[in-house]
């Protein structure tokens, strides 16, 4: 859809490097504000990477305020989505139940309910036996408490994409896929941007390159510290909806929900591998397979029927304290980053696109942009205060 | 017509469904795959691969032999999970 943009634009006020969610919906944020000459690029096409590959998982649970407020924003945004944008997203909101093996894990779940009570999110905490009545199929024994929340949710993230590329298009927006940046170079406080298709200048570029930023940051001479980590999902046969809530073990990271097309997607945390270069992998790995089965048969023995059809590999974009860096990169004014969500940037980005467009029009930043601002990993910075507990698929 | 020809009988994807996405400029298979759903069915693309490429050649005007195939995923056919499981373990 978006190759047949051709026109030439050699001066772009705003350049956004990643086509995925948060760079087409930060764009579109943009241009819904008014802002002109803003110009999307990416390698490969829409839903190629991250955006394309992660679970759909939608959720409100979180174990800090700010994270709390901004996924309940996150889901309105969401529940209007397919109004607003004109594509189906196929949003279902069955809720999320986690679930905890042991009373370490379920005292956290405890405490993070309370303060969601707060935020009025409807979350509570049930017995192994009322998990059990919402998922029949639930196996109990390995479990000691869980947590409920009716008003989370999954969508089909695909079309997110293209409904946010639509909309931004239909506001002047030029999208380029199939055109990775080779080299950014400084031209008085210009940007010049090489790609294969010729070069750009911006007067600013924001890189929502996810797992890919580290690389787009050094063209620039920037550094990030962010780390790619290999996430693998798989989807089984299509079945008779049977699964309400999307279900997570939080200690072993399992997560698992039914789509609306009746497939179960799901995915594991397997141990992280040595990747000292910072690759992106993107492989299929049989032990993902084989550790995914155990978990699923072991909370669910019912589905051991169930045939797997298809897995893959996306890249979880991991900061050194797990939380997401935004903003202006230090020693590189001009430039701009939204990277490190660790696997929670698909559901995030509505949110936080619609923020960072405020922020970036100049008006008083989110305080988001203070506790996760760049330059807390640097010598003397501050870190991050809160960190994040439920860091899960 | 080309609403009642059925390409991928595992996601019910149409002849039409296919035309309407090389309409919108979505032009190559891991591209017409996302936005039709084709090819992610129980086959996996196995039966129906080669008739969209058709389509999509057909619609676009592009040369069959620049079209490549989308990505093959692993397992090579549907396997249970019990048997990815192996023997429950004490």
């Known amino acids: 859809m978006t190759s047949s943009d051709r026109s030439p634009s050699p001066r772009a006020d705003v350049v956004v490097i990643g086509a995925g969610v948060m760079g087409l919906a930060i ?13 999307v690029l990416d390698q490969h096409y829409l839903a190629w990477g991250a955006s394309g590959r992660n679970g759909g998982g939608v959720r409100q649970q979180w174990s800090t305020e700010m994270n709390v407020r901004l996924m309940q924003e996150s889901m309105e945004i969401c529940a209007h ?17 986690f679930l905890a093996r042991t009373d370490a894990a379920a005292t956290r779940l405890a405490r993070n309910v309370a303060l969601q009570n707060r935020c009025d999110l409807p979350t509570r905490m049930i017995s192994p036996a009322e998990a059990q009545a919402l998922v029949p199929e639930l196996e109990t024994a390995p479990f000691v408490g869980a947590c409920y929340n009716a008003t989370d949710g999954i969508v089909f993230p695909w079309p997110f994409l293209w409904g946010y590329a639509r909309a931004a298009q239909k506001r002047g927006v030029i999208i380029r896929t199939g055109t990775a940046v080779t080299a950014i170079d400084r031209r008085g406080d210009d940007f010049q941007i090489a790609t294969a298709a010729g070069t750009l200048t911006a007067g600013r570029v924001i890189c929502a390159a996810g797992a ?74 049989l032990a993902f397979l084989t550790t995914m089965a155990r978990g699923l048969t ?72 203070e506790a996760w601002r760049a330059d807390r990993f640097a010598a003397g910075g501050t870190p991050s205060p809160h960190r994040e507990e439920m860091t899960i698929g | 017509m080309s609403r009642k020809v059925i390409l991928c009988r595992c996601e019910d994807v149409t002849l039409a469904d296919v035309q309407r996405a090389v309409k919108l400029g979505y032009a190559d ?31 676009s005007g592009r040369d069959p032999a620049t079209l490549a195939p989308f990505t093959s995923r692993p397992p090579l056919s549907p396997t249970a999970l019990g048997v990815l499981a192996g023997p429950a373990r004490k």
């Open chain 1, 27 to 39: 764009a579109y944020n943009l241009a819904a504000r008014g802002c002109k000459r803003i110009v």
């Open chain 1, 81 to 97: 989505f397919a109004e607003e944008m004109g594509i189906n997203v196929w949003m279902r909101r069955g809720g999320y139940l």
């Open chain 1, 212 to 285: 890919w930023s580290p690389r787009i940051a050094r063209l620039c001479g920037g550094t990030l510290p962010d780390r790619p980590v290999r996430h693998e999902i798989l989807s089984t046969e299509p079945l008779k909806p049977f699964l309400k809530p999307m279900v997570s073990v939080i200690e072993t990271g399992l997560y698992v929900s039914q789509s609306l097309r009746g497939e179960l997607v799901g995915g594991v945390s397997l141990p992280e591998e040595p990747n000292p270069d910072g690759e992106v992998r993107l492989g299929s790995r």
């Open chain 1, 298 to 369: 072991e909370i669910m023995p019912r589905l051991a029927q169930v045939k797997v059809v298809r897995q893959w590999a996306g890249p979880y974009d991991v900061s050194p304290d797990g939380d997401p860096i935004v903003g202006e990169l230090p020693g590189v004014p001009g430039f701009y980053v939204v990277c490190g969500f660790g696997g929670h940037g698909f559901m995030m980005a509505p949110v936080v696109a619609r923020h960072y467009a405020a922020y970036l029009c100049g008006e008083a930043p989110h305080p988001f942009f």
């Open chain 2, 29 to 59: 298979l891991e591209e017409v795959k996302r936005y039709t759903g084709f090819g992610t069915g129980p086959c996996q693309g196995k039966e129906c691969l080669r008739e969209v490429a058709c389509a999509v050649a057909q619609a």
